[in-house]
């Protein structure tokens, strides 16, 4: 509003019109002019300076905008081409990525003398069984069988199979009925041993144990001692009754042989004799 009041006026002070027609006023107002051009001057530069801070100070923060990008719909060509895009960047980040071993540990708890599953997971990279802590007292193992020793210098005792438990175990112990007091001990990879002639219907248990305890007696931890002959046992005793009935045979031949020639011959001498005798 002040700067056009100001060029008005200057316009007006410079109009040829102005000067001619009115000279005594035009020198009368020249200095008002002049006073209030200078004043204006002065004022402007203040009141620019204030008014662009006022309204720094009171407009509001700018505010953004959200946009949405909408994907135009395409064709099924498109959306073709989308899924096998996104196939291959799958199936290429999964040929980067390295795939876990997922097999088992050739872990058999029923050999003897077994390496530990934990030494052939540090070795391998296998999956071991789950098993209980050192914390914990172990599971109860397993008893194979009961069977008796056919040669060498144990025969005749009767050897104790087991397998382990799913537990961590530092020892076994074998326990036999009637000789409580005579605890059997084998180290944590036995999985056999001998416990010496039984009788019959004598029972046998198998015990883990380590730092927190051992297991309790179970149902497949024990197992009564039942004489069968076993199939070496078998076949010796039918050598044995062959060979008998083979020898009976060739004795029973001989002896019909020997009876026939003596026949023979008396028949001979017989007839020798009657011959000689016309």
């Known amino acids: 509003m002040f700067v056009s009041t100001w060029k008005e006026l200057l ?3 410079r109009s040829p019109e102005r000067k001619q027609t009115h000279p005594s ?4 107002m020249d200095p008002l002019l002049r006073n209030l051009t200078a004043l204006l001057l002065f004022v402007l530069p203040l009141l ?16 953004r905008r959200r946009i949405i990008h909408l994907a135009p719909m395409g064709s099924d ?27 088992l540990c050739n872990y058999d708890p029923c050999k003897e003398n077994q390496e530990p599953c934990n030494v052939l997971k540090a070795q391998t990279g296998c999956l071991c069984p789950g098993r209980s802590g050192v914390d914990q007292p172990p599971h109860a193992p397993r008893i194979q069988t009961l069977m008796p020793v056919t040669e060498g210098d144990n025969t005749g005792d009767i050897e104790v199979r087991w397998c382990a438990p799913s537990s961590v175990v530092s020892a076994y ?18 999985r056999l041993g001998l416990v010496g002639p039984l009788e019959v219907g004598t029972k046998v248990c198998v015990q883990a144990v380590n730092s927190a305890g051992q297991s309790s007696p179970s149902e497949f931890s ?4 039942t004489h069968s002959e076993s199939s070496d046992h078998k076949l010796l005793t039918w ?8 020898v009976l045979l060739l004795v029973a031949a001989v002896v019909t042989i020997c009876k026939c020639q003596k026949t023979m011959w008396r028949r001979h001498e017989e007839l020798g004799n009657l011959s000689y005798s016309k």
């Open 11 to 13: 316009e007006l002070e």
């Open 48 to 63: 620019n300076t204030y008014l662009s801070t006022h309204a720094a100070t009171i407009s509001p923060p700018p505010t």
């Open 25 to 28: 006023a035009t020198n009368r």
């Open 222 to 225: 024990c197992m009564r001692y």
């Open 77 to 103: 060509d498109d959306y073709e081409d989308y899924e096998e895009e996104i196939f291959s960047r799958v199936l290429s980040s999964s040929m980067k990525t390295p795939l876990l071993r997922s097999e």
């Open 173 to 190: 112990r074998v326990s036999v009925e009637g000789r409580e007091g005579n605890l059997l001990e084998f180290g944590d990879s036995s």
């Open 239 to 246: 050598i044995i009754v062959g060979g008998v009935a083979l």
